[in-house]
């Protein structure tokens, strides 16, 4: 398995808080990530390749071809905002192994630039219709947990599939602090709702001033991207069937 | 793959004998090493990680968050008792060549505290009903054999699946000498019964001075963590056609 | 995993063109460059082996057996010809992993001969009988994009599975130039048209003097050692149930 | 994946021939060779272990618990007898991967041992009854096609699985002689007759002085060894839709 960082800048930045936004249920943290660097005017800083990606290339607008791959961009907060590196991308890793491997790279990105916080979002599915989505939350340690409390998420109970679950037990191994904060959602396609629901106590925790109306910019970007990777044309569930590959999609 | 282990504490050790206690069918000796940490107050020296574990984190109690790992605790025995190291954990490896790489470690780590005794733990799975259960063993050496045939058990024919029956026949490869013990069980939800019946015969050899009364905190508490893992909400037969990386949940 | 290149010889080449020939959808890319090594007499210089091949071994003509592997030709124009680097195999890789590491190669083979520009051949699925089967293209930069367009095709949207898609994608991210070119097909057996309708564009770009009405003898070629790997037995269909290694093969 | 090697001694070789002899298609190699050791009384010299070998342990008699292993054996031929280096086990590597590393070892003794040729025998499944059983061959080498042609076999087309196969295309790829030869059978349980119909050509090839009215005494044993593997309580075809790690059991 081979998993590589390359950076295009090393910026300085002070006591920043890592936001993990890779593609999962509802597709949560994608939107969300994609709002605060196209709000935030964030800065790609480095790009990570892994061969546990998908073997295929994307094609991109303007007949341009990329590969699978997640992006690190920075923000330096201004007038008491907290800085951030952003980690967003198009996919997480196709294997276990992989998986394991993207956390670490990402957490060897994030010492090297003395992070010592880390937030994953994600969507917890539920079957049934959702009136009004709830927050739930799991913590690395008592004061983020504390900090995800106070964002009126409640606890939960279960497995946290994926980077967002992963990143936060992992990284807690190596002393990171974080949280991983989940809103309920149907699912499948782009909730912008969810989305919502957890960018906005991150936003007043971080004191990051970014105008929430325009989410939903964000969602339609991340249904293009969707779409190119071939995923939204049928339902979800008959295609798990077919693409066992997309093992992180659950 | 990368299968590490971190040291809390290097204990001086007085020819342990490694007891292994990793969940398997009937969660046998899972239950019975529990029991063993918690009456012994074992003491935790290190932990292991492997990116052949699951790629999911699991929330603990008070919103906490932990990767699937597995560890190692010691017991300085008293009065004649033997020391003991004891793994304990949640999880086996979820591929074959992590099983042996998880193995490999495990025996690594014995080796530096000159433990040349090791004993595995399981269920044997039965269809039927099972009236009076039964122990069965299989060894490395002809000392370990008789060991376990006075204990009352018979010969096994077949397969011993996952660490228990790999972690002896690697260790035999290693000059280790042990047994495999196995209890007869129904195999999907934890089994006080099945425990105990192998629990006592292994004190009595080892002159452990442990009340089993209490085996049912254990299992009460492995009936718990499974919970937290998604194991015990559907029966298993049907969990297995879904998820085929609990492959050394047979 | 392993993937080795060993070289027979070492050509001096003048700014070369690198074509990509692996089976893939039609066999589109493995008919119309085995057309151009027979036709322009090209010379195998190089031959790669990956641990990410198919376990079993093909028997040849007249008894002999061989592994599955990928070849390097390479073809020194006369009278104002590209000078050409020719991929050509009988597999791609069978894992993920093993397709971005055979990529990797192929891309180091690509360096070492200052090779600056790929093209990827390849066909694309129709579900649809196909009266006029049409070309569409993908691109690592601008400067190829127009490239391709010049030759008819049109933009394509959506995923380039296997090593047509990854190789342009991943040499993009080694500064290499190039286009993916890939004709419509009904996608199963060796399809001559699609071959014709990529190859010769590709001939008048690059100035190569070559014939294309024997294309059907590299058809022919094609569909002998496809049935020496027996894939042309059953429909491909009901054959990718049974065998989920030939994950390439979409 | 890791796969080692382990010397008990090295034996003087005078120009061995490699005969391969693991589990396949009728476990014909697996009889033949068992048969070759106890007959010539040839002498174990190495064990080789392998990551890519089921995660499970043996029960053996007595007691006694083994992993899955390939052994190399050595006979000293008398009187004209060519000298030998038997390859025997109970497996086959599970994934592809592992194969060809377990290949690339097996063609590492052999050079050590300077042997120049190889010999893999094995079944070819035919769903029809079979009367009369027939001979195929394929090699590495003309000379070597020579030798195999002159024992009656006929030239195979189509692929050959496993170790059979690769060991001889692999090893041609570095410089070894050598042919398979395979009887056709019906697959699943061992066939004495198809070993005797590869092993009686082989002996008159290498001048071997070996009854083989005693080869029933070998398929026992290969018989009571799958046993032990699980392998012979329910038909083949039905296991597999279970196990599918036994991917090498065509």
New interface residues.
């Given amino acids: ?2 998993c590589t960082v ?1 950076f295009h800048e090393r910026p300085e930045l002070n006591n920043p808080v890592l936001i993990e936004g890779l593609p999962g249920i509802g597709f949560v943290a994608n939107i969300a990530t994609l709002h605060l660097i196209q709000e935030l005017k964030a800065k790609l800083f480095a790009e990570l ?1 892994s ?9 991109a607008e ?6 699978p791959m997640n992006e690190f961009y920075y923000y330096k907060g201004q007038s008491g905002e907290r800085d951030l590196i952003l980690l967003y991308g198009n996919t997480q890793a ?4 992989g ?3 993207l956390c670490g790279r990402v957490l060897d990105v994030a010492e090297e630039f003395r992070c010592k916080y880390i937030i994953t979002l994600g969507g917890l599915r539920r079957e049934e219709k959702i009136i009004n989505p709830k927050l739930y ?5 008592k004061e983020a ?1 504390k900090d ?2 106070n964002m009126g998420a409640e ?8 980077v ?3 990143l ?3 990284g ?2 190596r002393g990171f602090k974080g949280f ?1 904060l989940l809103a309920e959602t149907a699912g499948f396609h782009p909730d912008v709702r969810a989305a919502h629901l957890t960018l906005k106590p991150i936003c007043e925790m971080l004191c990051l001033n970014v105008n929430l109306s325009r989410l939903d910019v964000a969602a339609e970007a991340t249904r293009k991207i969707l ?4 995923l939204l044309e049928a339902p979800m569930n008959e295609r798990r069937k077919e693409e066992s ?1 997309f093992r ?1 999609f659950v």
Same sequence: chains 1, 2, 3, 4.
């Fill in positions: 398995m081979v390359h390749h061969s546990a990606f998908q073997d295929f290339a994307i094609t303007q007949g341009k071809t990329n590969v196709l294997t276990t192994m998986q394991y491997e939350c799991a913590a690395a340690d947990l995800a409390l606890i939960l109970g279960g497995q946290i599939f994926g967002a679950g992963l936060v037990a992992l807690k191994l991983c779409e190119s990777f071939g590959e992180w």
